[in-house]
């Protein structure tokens, strides 16, 4: 299997999933017991809350441990936003969007920053967006869908000049491009273990200190009374244990995913009738988004699986709902071109030669759908 679907979901490092075997065997404590057990409970979630403060120039207690980015996206919207105006953008996850949502049945005026065709958000359209009334911005800093990088400390640095809360979902960004939250001046930011190496069911939200949330999850008051629950130990050392080693090879993996994805690029646009989506530079560096003319996106994945290629059309997240990216439709694509788009994204564990493999593969399996198309006189395949 060749899986290029990176951006869904990473295979856990074997060095992290070493690191949590005792945590599920030896050292099983509830880290809120008071005898020993519970006190090497607490001992590696406060290890782990530190590396992951150090992945983003946090200090440890601005890092509050959640069960992903879902959570910490909604934690950020909902715990900060009371009355007033809130700002957000129309190509953001479901987990900002649906936040987004019940604020708006509960009364909040809810604005959507609309992209430019290359996915990028500009800081001049928030400039204008800001009101007196505002409270809080929410700009996702990497698009889960076709890559783009936006202009976070641009978009932050309004925000702090106009006294408003600014978030970023930083969830596919993370272990990939170096974050420094000091520079950014971002207030919260959110992340996610699984999309850098880490098991399933752990992150976390930045709060800049000074910033006052209300809790979303009420119980024994575990996080400092803002995110209640017996914590997750062995995901929490996973995600630490990922976050340190994104950490010491950030700039040798992210090199390592760019050359990969700019030649998969330059193999897959040799396809006739095919596009690449999103900014050509300012895009994460492991993205690659497609369109081919003619050829149905969720036909284009099953073929591909069946030649052992994982790849999707979009957020994993939403594939359920069987509906359109609206990142695509905000971006001004036509329905025809969102139909036939497809993500590729590539990891630390893939190789050149499964690149030029699946290039090929795709190549063909384009051709073969296109021999069925009912577009195929349109375009002359």
Known sequence: MIYLDNAASTRVHPDVAESMVPYMAEQYGNPSSIHRHGRLARKAVERARRQVALLIGAD?????????GTESNNTALLGAASGGRVITTSIEHDAVLEPCRR???DGLDVVYLVPDRLGMIH???LEKSITDETRLVSVMFGNNEVGTIQPIADLARICRSHGV?????????AGKVPINVGDLKVDMLSLSSHKLY?????????VRGGVKLNPVILGGGQESG???GTENVAGIVGFGRACEIAQENLNENALHMKNLRDELVR???EIPESALNGHPEFRLPNSAHFTFLGVNGEDLIIKLDEHGIAASTGSACSVHTQKASHVLQAMGFSLEQITGSLRMTVGIFNTREEISQAAVVLGRVVTELRAVSPFREKYSF
Request: glycine share 10%.
């Open 123 to 125: 800081p001049k359209d």
């Open 198 to 206: 880490g098991p399933k069911g752990a992150g976390a939200l930045y």
């Open 267 to 269: 193999q897959v646009l």
């Open 165 to 173: 809360l600014f978030h970023t979902d930083a969830v596919q960004v």
């Open 60 to 68: 440890p207690s601005e890092i509050l441990l959640t069960s992903g």
């Open 103 to 105: 604020l708006a049945r």
């Open 226 to 228: 803002m995110r209640s």
